[in-house]
């Protein structure tokens, strides 16, 4: 059974960091690549972060390059999200997905569709 499972969301104060974590299981995710999405109630699921496979290349939205960093583990099947200097507009529930393309250039790593498994989510609140 294929999962993916993130972990590490909670309650924090703006400037906080925070690591949030995807397992995979059920499938090897070397091959695929990783994205992070955040959703926030009554808005379509926006593209965080993406992590190519093997993990040399990465991507990352406008409004969180330079604070947010993801990276993969393939030996644990595992992909961190780490979020630093939190605002109150991360305020989201982050998804983690896996899609295997042949190609992932430009911003297809935005698109929801390109990714065939997702996680249930969890839920990051940035309030002070």
């Known amino acids: 059974q294929v999962q993916l499972v993130e972990s590490g969301g909670g309650l924090v104060q703006p400037g906080d960091s925070l690591t949030l974590t995807c397992k995979a299981s059920g499938f090897i995710p070397d091959v695929y690549g990783i994205g992070w999405f955040r959703q926030v109630s009554g808005r379509e699921r926006d593209g965080v972060a993406w992590i190519s496979p093997g993990g040399s290349k990465s991507n990352y939205g406008d409004l969180v390059k330079g604070r947010f960093t993801i990276s993969r583990d393939d030996a644990k099947k595992t992909i961190y999200l780490e979020m630093k200097n939190l605002t109150n507009e991360d305020t989201a529930v982050y998804f983690c997905?896996?899609?295997?393309?042949?190609?992932?250039?430009?911003?297809?790593?935005?698109?929801?569709?390109?990714?065939?498994?997702w996680g249930q989510g969890t839920q990051v609140t940035v309030s002070s």
């Open positions: 997905a896996a899609g295997h393309r042949r190609s992932w250039s430009g911003s297809i790593w935005r698109r929801a569709l390109e990714y065939g498994y």
